[in-house]
């Protein structure tokens, strides 16, 4: 008799056990949904903000027209902006007789989206070109169609910068070499504009603000020196996607330089 009450005592604690370890497996699994509706609910209002943000900045871009020039204000990505030229600087470090590459900004952009081959032009100016003066052009040609190219520039130029002279006069420079060579559309970043920072790099300028006015200005040096003969007919702007305080300071300035807004 005892030997049966124990069986069935053992049978309904067995029960009671399964019946307890269900329950648990459901709470769970209902809150592991909950978890996953809760990260998938987060990423939608990620991608909802991020597209905002996008259309936002995109209603920041503008296009002006400045004497001759059609100079375009635009947010993002300078690899992705249509041009035969990508114009930009290279900071020169005398000591060492190399190249300061940041690990991001356009140096790096141009890296990733098309690996060295643009590069390597600086590395034999170094070599064959001894010594680099402030403001020298160093043109690397490139091609869009070549393996590996995924940006949407053809050329670059870029400018190898001590950061002594003021920014106008080394931008006019820029223009007028992109005259001589030919091209008709050229791309220009925020010159010495720290990304991070979101201040000017050690040099001329001392205020974001002087960095914008002196990009307008040099646009518009090298518009009242060419005018219609001047074979650049565009102008883009680049400004990082992350900093759209300058976007503003540059359209400003474009304005007080005498460009005019075009019609959308």
């Known amino acids: 008799m005892g030997r049966w009450i124990l069986l069935l005592l053992s049978v309904l604690l ?30 939608a209002q990620r991608i909802r903000s991020d597209r905002k943000a996008k259309l936002e900045l995109a209603r920041q871009d503008r296009s002006y027209r400045l004497g001759a020039l059609k100079v375009n204000v635009v947010h993002g990505d300078i690899t992705q902006v249509p041009a035969e030229g990508l114009l930009t600087t290279a900071y020169f470090h005398k000591e060492t007789m190399s190249f300061l590459w940041p690990e991001t900004g356009v140096g790096y952009s141009i890296r990733y ?66 005259d001589q060579v030919g091209y008709s559309t050229v791309s220009l970043p925020a010159l010495r504009l720290d990304k991070h920072s979101e201040q000017p790099t050690r040099g001329v300028e001392k205020t974001v603000l002087q960095v914008a006015q002196r990009l307008a200005e040099g646009l518009k040096q090298h518009d009242q020196a060419k005018g219609d003969s001047s074979r650049v007919k565009e102008v883009s702007l680049v400004v990082f996607g992350d900093v759209p305080a300058f976007g503003h300071m540059l359209n400003s300035a474009l304005k007080r330089a005498g460009a005019v807004l075009e019609p959308e």
């Open 14 to 43: 067995a029960g009671t056990a399964v019946a307890g370890s269900a329950r648990t497996r459901r709470k769970k699994a209902r809150l592991r949904k909950e978890r996953i509706e809760r990260r998938d609910q987060a990423a």
């Open 113 to 178: 989206t098309s690996g060295n081959r643009y590069h390597t032009a600086i590395e034999r100016a170094l070599k064959y070109d001894k010594p680099l003066h402030d403001g020298q052009m160093i043109k690397a040609y490139g091609w869009r169609s070549a393996a590996g190219h995924r940006g949407r520039f053809a050329d670059v130029v870029f400018i190898v910068d001590r950061l002594r002279k003021p920014l106008d006069g080394l931008v006019k420079e820029a223009m007028a070499h992109a």
